[in-house]
């Protein structure tokens, strides 16, 4: 999550510089279509197998093109801050974050014996904040963000990458993403391609030699041998003087969809998408416009394994739409 009102427990110090002054509460457009209704719009043809519609996702019936407010009252609830989901390809594990109110934390729920389990914490008791969850193209790893401090020693004042590891008992303790990947600044929001390059925000210095934190812009770091290469800021066609972070990566890296806070938008931060060009460059990043963005601040963006439903984060709930509208973005 790296727009609008993310946590309080979740880097606000430096988001703050990047807010608008005020804050017009929008809501996001419907609840939800009813329980067996047809969509609006006809689901996107799967690219890879799933499980049953009944199954997957909670149970809920497919959406169209108008984008609904996701499980409501059981994913989505009232009484609290949820952001930043992740699906697992079969459908069956979903990871999200949630503001406790004094921290930021993953939670996860799990599909089995024909029902979905409580959401429950990813790493329970923890004193420091998790969250901005991403599963590997394996689904062995699952990459995240925290202020977790590496030595034990105080509080971080930044968040970086962390990662766990799926065992034969479970998820292991967090692992620290490394110096490759994290600085002194703020690592936000990871997405993964299925050649392994990783893509996230930062708010480091574009000039390594002024030694102050800058713009929070996009970065992608190739896979190596040993973990990752050294990051590359984006191109212009991605990043402004202006806020952008919360980067969702295609699988193949065929498009982007980012957070970002310009003038021309619609509220306090909105969704921008680019396309990968036929020369390898990026299309110039456009508006998602109103049929995504509000008056309120839009983030978070995540499309499920299979193409065929876009999740994303507006005024404390997650939404959900049939990807298809992404086609609609396309020059």
């Known amino acids: 999550m790296d727009c609008l009102q993310r946590p309080t427990s979740a880097r606000w110090g430096a988001l703050a510089i990047f807010a608008l002054a005020s804050f017009a509460s929008a809501g996001c457009l419907r609840q939800g279509p009813a329980v067996g209704a047809e969509p609006v719009e006809s689901a996107s043809v799967q690219t890879e197998s799933t499980a049953a519609d009944s199954d997957a996702y ?48 993953i939670r996860f729920s799990e599909f089995s014996d024909g029902r979905w389990s409580p959401d429950r914490p990813l790493i329970p008791g923890a004193a420091f904040s998790f969250n901005d969850p991403f599963l590997s193209e394996d689904e062995k790893r699952l990459y995240f963000i925290s202020d977790a401090v590496v030595d034990g020693e105080g509080r971080k004042q930044d968040h970086d990458i962390w990662y766990v590891e799926r065992t034969a ?45 800058a713009g929070f812009d996009l970065y992608a770091a190739p896979s190596a041998s040993d973990g990752f290469a050294p990051a590359k800021r984006l191109p212009a066609a991605l990043n402004t003087e202006h806020y952008e972070a919360d980067v969702f990566v295609a ?21 921008y998408i680019s396309f990968r060009q036929p020369d390898g460059d990026w299309s110039p990043a456009k508006s998602m416009g109103d049929q995504i963005n509000t008056d309120g601040h839009e983030l978070c963006p995540f499309v499920s394994r299979d193409g065929r ?12 739409v049939d990807a298809k509208l992404l086609e609609s973005y396309r020059e």
């Open 58 to 105: 909670f149970g809920e019936p497919p959406v169209g093109l108008e984008p609904y407010l996701f499980a409501p009252g059981v994913l989505s609830l009232d009484d609290r801050y949820e952001y930043g989901i992740a699906v697992s390809r079969d459908g069956r594990e979903i990871f999200f974050g949630v503001d406790t109110g004094q921290r930021a934390e």
């Open 169 to 213: 008992e479970g998820w292991s303790n967090p692992i620290h993403g490394g110096a490759v990947l994290n600085t002194e600044f703020d690592e936000y929001f990871v997405s993964l391609t299925d050649e392994g390059t990783l893509y996230f925000g930062s708010n480091r210095p574009a000039d390594s030699a002024s030694g102050e934190a």
């Open 251 to 271: 699988p193949d890296e065929s498009y982007v969809i980012f957070c970002s806070i310009r003038p021309e938008g619609l509220g306090r931060g909105d969704l």
């Open 309 to 320: 439903f876009f999740f994303y984060t507006c005024n404390e709930d997650i939404y959900w």
